[in-house]
């Protein structure tokens, strides 16, 4: 009798085993993950990029798309921070919290761990790198304004490359240290033009090209985001042929929604979806690269009603000057992609990542 049940019980193990691992065998393994945040880049946005724009965005490759909630721990609008760090650690968090848990414990992210299994990391953002959306992926605080010392968890990690702005956070800091130099002695190349980043193809990088925010994109930014981000996926590549993860910011099209500002939007984003050609363009050369498109929230409760004046055409409408609590899509491209369709947590996204890298 006794026997006869351990057999029994024999098969049922043997049956969930197999299955177990044919579920793993179903989601297939990705060497690159290139992740792209358009902050405050909601439906409407993206909406009126694409009727501003001559040709189809280079975002409408992506043949799997969804929709992401967005709520943090302690609110129904999320800010960046508890955006970033849903995004970054696949855990919701409070407003402001910086890779931290809402009882304030540090959450392990994604770059992090997967530079713990040897993949190359970077960083891409037009703001401060030490902004609230990249911070995420890299940095521990209970408060995204804590900037300083937020660049100071930089030199914490193994992090292949970063680029963007707020170069004073590292060497004009009120505790005096000049982090650019430590950053050197780590073996990072420290640059501070766009020019000097296109001539590296390897290596370890810090690119700090302003010492705040770079100027918006109508302020004469110029391409730095699509450049940075061919520069970078190159470096990445070279630096690890067995794969890297990259987070890659479109910064200001959430400042053109705090601004309530339509054409700000518009401009940001088709410089976006430029960054995203270049992206999607890696993706189609070196198989087994994944890109997945999102953002961390809504901003401006942007909607695009006929316009007084013609009613043929939308005029740019607000709602508010602050983020909304409407869900966020999600496009991705590559190998992979299918996993991301449907309605899906933003929690869900570094889940999703995390396992196509086999990280767990
Ligand atoms: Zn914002």
Not at 98 to 115: S, V, W, Y
Not at 213 to 238: C, F, S, V, W, Y
Not at 276 to 297: C, G, K
Request: with cysteine; hydrophobic share 40%.
């Amino acid at each position: 009798m006794e026997n006869s049940i351990r057999r029994l019980l024999g098969i049922f193990c043997g049956i969930f085993l197999a299955a177990s691992i044919q579920a793993q065998q179903t989601v297939p393994a990705v060497k690159n993950v290139i992740l792209m945040i358009g902050d405050g880049m909601g439906l409407t946005q993206v909406s009126a990029a694409m009727l501003e724009s001559p040709q189809p965005l280079a975002l409408e490759r992506a043949a799997f798309t969804g929709f992401a909630k967005t709520y943090s721990a302690d609110s129904k609008i999320t800010d960046s921070a508890a955006g970033g760090t849903a995004l970054a650690t696949g855990h919701k968090t409070n407003n402001g919290y910086i890779g931290m848990d809402p009882e304030k414990r540090p959450l392990k992210t994604i770059l992090e761990r997967a530079e713990e299994k040897g993949l190359a990391t970077g960083l891409v953002a037009t703001y401060e790198i030490t902004n609230a959306t990249p911070a995420s992926f890299i940095a521990h605080n209970e408060s995204r304004k804590n900037e300083e010392e937020i660049a100071l968890d930089f030199l914490k990690t193994g992090i292949d490359l970063f680029i963007g702005g707020g170069k004073r956070k590292f060497d004009r800091r009120n505790d005096g240290k000049d982090l650019l130099k430590e950053l050197q002695a780590k073996g990072y190349r420290t640059v501070y033009t766009l020019d000097d980043v296109k001539s590296i193809d390897r290596g370890k990088v810090a690119a700090l090209l302003a010492d705040g925010h770079l100027p918006r994109i109508r302020a004469g930014r110029g391409d730095m985001l699509p450049e940075a981000t061919r520069q970078a996926l190159t470096i990445l590549k070279n630096n690890n042929p067995e794969g890297f993860f990259v987070m890659i910011e479109g910064s200001q099209i959430d400042g053109g929604g705090h601004a309530n500002e339509g054409e700000t939007i518009v401009a940001e984003l088709l410089d976006f979806d430029t960054a995203i050609r270049e992206a999607f363009d890696f993706a189609d050369r070196n198989p087994s690269t994944l890109v997945v498109v999102t953002a961390d929230h809504e901003t401006g409760g942007f909607s695009l009603p006929a316009s007084r004046q013609d009613k043929t055409v939308p005029g740019y409408k607000f709602g508010t000057s602050g983020h909304t609590a409407v869900m966020v899509p999600v496009y991705a491209y590559g190998t992979g992609a299918e996993q991301f369709t449907g309605i899906m947590e933003n929690t869900d996204i570094p889940k999703k990542i995390a396992a196509l890298l086999r990280l767990e």
